[in-house]
């Protein structure tokens, strides 16, 4: 998947969050991507590449 991602979209992830969701926002971008779920509001870090791999799919820009 090409990087067509920026500040704001939400994303669905491969695996899902243990509170039952799978839609994450981003919510900073650089070397590491720090997204936020969309279900409890918990916000976790990952290395870009990282990211870039368990990423599933973009729903909103």
């Not at 704001?8 to 695996?15: A, L, Q």
């Not at 509170?19 to 926002?25: A, D, L, P, S, V």
């Amino acid at each position: 998947m090409k990087n067509d991602y920026k500040l704001g979209s939400v994303v669905v992830m491969k695996k899902q969050h243990p509170c039952g969701t799978n839609e994450w926002e981003i919510i900073r971008m650089g070397a590491d991507i720090k997204i936020k779920c969309n279900g409890c509001g918990r916000s976790i870090m990952l290395p870009r590449i990282e990211f870039n791999k368990k990423l599933k799919k973009i729903i909103k820009l």
